[in-house]
């Protein structure tokens, strides 16, 4: 559909984006189980102004397209940047489909991370994140640049079913 086409398109822009500030993304994504991209740019596309962005997980082995929503948790931490875009590149199969299959949802003890973005890229350690790096990774996509990120805060995923209808 026409939405479905949209979140795709958004995802190449995403894509590209990371690719351009951190080449060597293009090769862990295509070593992973899989990849998500999610961005709340299009949020009034959708005539919804309820704070929802949109976004797809990518299983690198079959292909499937899952198309999910995020949403901040309450008072809106997690999408508090204008233009957010933000990448998992999940490392494991098990912990994509648990993503894919029951949503997750990042509480407020990861706001430091969000704050990190003030101090620029500095803040967060481009040798990799403790938190689960070994599992997955997230960068984080915003008007003020690319960062790898530990997790996103106040932000919940979810599968959005009228998406995933063919």
Known sequence: GEKQAIVRKDRDDILAKLYA?????KDKIAKAA??????????????LSTGHG???????????????????LGG????????LSVVFIFKNADVM???VESGWQFGGEADATAK????????SKEAGVDTGANLFEIYQITDKGVALQATVAGTKYWK???????
């Open 21 to 25: 500030k951190h080449p060597e993304a």
């Open 34 to 47: 899989g990849y998500g991209t999610f961005n709340n740019k299009n949020m009034n596309l959708f005539l």
């Open 54 to 72: 949109y976004g797809m997980i990518v299983d690198n082995k079959g292909g499937m397209e899952t198309f999910m929503a995020m949403g901040s």
């Open 76 to 83: 809106g931490v997690g999408l508090g940047a204008k233009d």
């Open 97 to 99: 489909n648990k993503f």
């Open 116 to 123: 990190a973005g003030e101090k620029g890229a500095a803040a």
């Open 160 to 166: 959005d079913d009228k998406l995933n209808e063919k």
